[in-house]
C-alpha cells in the first residue's frame, strides 16, 4: 500500500471515530494507534513557539 493511501485509510478512520461513531462505538485505544501511526508517516512541523510563548503572543494580539 502506499504512503498517501494509507494516510487517507487512517484519515477516514479516524473521521468516522469523531463524526460519525457512537459512545459504544468509539474505541480510545484504536483512535491512538491510528494518531500514532498517522504521526510516523506524515509527522507535523515543530512549532516556532512554545505553548506559553503562544498564549502571550495571542493575549497581547487581543489586547490591541
Not at 500500500?1 to 468509539?26: P, V, W
Not at 484504536?30 to 515543530?46: F, Q, W
Request: net charge negative; aromatic share 6%; hydrophobic share 40%.
Amino acid at each position: 500500500m502506499s504512503k498517501s493511501k494509507e494516510i487517507r485509510l487512517l484519515k477516514d478512520r479516524l473521521d468516522y471515530y469523531t463524526m460519525e461513531a457512537e459512545d459504544d462505538q468509539f474505541d480510545a485505544e484504536e483512535v491512538i494507534r491510528l494518531l500514532k501511526r498517522l504521526d510516523e508517516l506524515e509527522p507535523l512541523p515543530e512549532p516556532d513557539m512554545s505553548a506559553e510563548e503562544s498564549l502571550e503572543a495571542l493575549w497581547i494580539k487581543k489586547r490591541m
